[in-house]
DNA sequence: CGTGTGATCTCCT
DNA sequence: GGAGATCACACGC
C-alpha cells in the first residue's frame, strides 16, 4: 500500500498490495477488496476487473469461528492444498462439473482462509472477456446476449471471463504474474453485508454475514439460499 | 418471473 | 450414491 483517500470523512488505502495486505485473515480481507482492481493477464490479453461482491471463508487452523462453509472445514486434500499456501495465493477450484471460482489464499502458511471473488465490473479487456463468456454459451442470439455489466457477475462466469482455470492458476503467487491487484477501497457506507449465497445449512445463514458487496452496482449477483440455510429465500440481494 | 434440469468434478458417507 | 461456494436453458403461470 503506498497512498491514501480521503472522501466525506472516510479515509483508505490505495496502491498496489503487498503480502501482509492478506493478513490476518479472509474475514478482515473480504470488506477491503471492494473497488479494487484485479487484473489478469494472458497470451489473449489482460482482462481487469473492479470487484464488487466477495465472501470470506474460513479453515484448518484459523482463530475465527469454525466455518462448516469452507472446503477446508476438517483438513488438507487434494483440491484445497493451496488454502494452506502463505497469503497472497491462489485457490482455484472446479465445481458443478463445470465452473472454475477464484479465491485469494489469506491468513499465514498452514492456516486455511481465502476470499472468494464472486462479482466485479470489467474495466480492462472487454472485448476479450465478452469472447470469453460468449464462447462459454451453448447459443448465442441477439436475445440472450451476454450483458456487459453481467461479465463478470457471479464466480463462475467471473472465472470465465478472466481465462482462470485450475490447471492454469491455482496455487499461483497473486503478487507476481499473471495477476496485479491493486487496492482501491470504497467508502464503508457504500458496502453491504449479508449471509453467502448458496451455502448449506448454518454455514449459509445469519449466523455467517460473510458475504460483502457494493450497494446497488448492476455487477452484484442474485441472493440464492443454500440447501436448509436458515433465510428466507428470496430475500437481501445487492 | 418462478421452478426444474443438465453439465459430470471432488469429497464424504 | 449424493451433495455442492454454479449457470443457462426450457418450461409454465
Redo the contacts with the bound molecule.
Sequence with gaps: MQGEKAWKGTRWHTGVVDRSFFMPDALSVAPRLLGSILSVDSPQGLVGLRITET?A?L?VGSTGPYDP???????K?????S?FLPPGHA?V???????F?L?LVCSQEHVAS?V?I??GQIVQGLDLARER?HA?????SAS?Y?KDA?LA????????AMGIT?ESHDGLDLLAEPFHIVQSGVAESDIARGP??????V??GPAYPWRFWLKGDPTV?AF?P???APVP??KPRG
Aim: aromatic fraction near 8%; charge should be positive.
Design positions: 465472501e471463508y479453515g462453509g469452507s472446503h477446508s472445514k476438517d483438513r486434500t487434494a483440491r484445497n492444498a488454502m485457490y477450484y472446479f465445481t458443478y462439473g463445470m465452473h471460482a479465491n481465502g472468494l464472486r462479482s463468456r462459454k454459451q451453448s447459443t448465442r440472450n451476454v453481467q457477475r457471479g464466480p463462475g462466469n467471473l472465472a470465465a485450475r453467502r449465497v448458496g451455502v448449506a445449512g454455514a449459509g449477483s440464492r443454500g440447501r436448509d429465500p428470496g
